[in-house]
């Protein structure tokens, strides 16, 4: 009867320690994702700010479809399906730098409203 009684102790606390564990990093994997998110955001804001700053309309054209091609295709498993509409923004490089810097959190915020609660 003991031994019953300590097996059962046993197998509750391993399960225990199993769900507990399991709701902490499920908590924490969401969290660290949506810093990635917010991280990726503010550096395509850096590199959109930085692309604007180029006086020449061409090179200014050349270096939003390399940032669309370097930081948004390569971040396809992070972002999803946002790549597409964010690549749109940068390709149609419209001349009003803050017109794309909206566009741009404005696509964050409709496929990860999570992250801006």
């Known amino acids: 009867m003991e031994f019953i009684v300590n097996l059962g102790s046993s197998l509750g606390g391993v399960i225990g320690g199993w769900v507990i564990t399991s709701y ?3 908590a924490t994997k969401k969290d660290y994702q949506k810093q990635k998110i917010l991280e990726k955001l503010e550096s395509l804001h850096k590199d959109i700010d930085f692309a604007y700053k180029i006086q ?3 090179e200014r054209k050349s270096r939003l479809i390399q940032i669309s091609y ?6 396809g498993l ?3 399906n946002s790549v597409g509409d964010l690549q749109d923004i940068l390709f149609k490089n419209s001349d ?3 017109e794309t810097m909206v ?5 964050f915020k409709r496929y990860f409203p999570e992250c801006f609660i």
């Open 78 to 80: 992070l972002l999803g």
């Open 70 to 75: 370097t930081s948004v295709q390569y971040q």
């Open 103 to 107: 566009e741009i959190t404005r696509v």
């Open 96 to 98: 009003n730098r803050e």
């Open 24 to 26: 902490y990093y499920k």
């Open 56 to 58: 020449s309309k061409e």
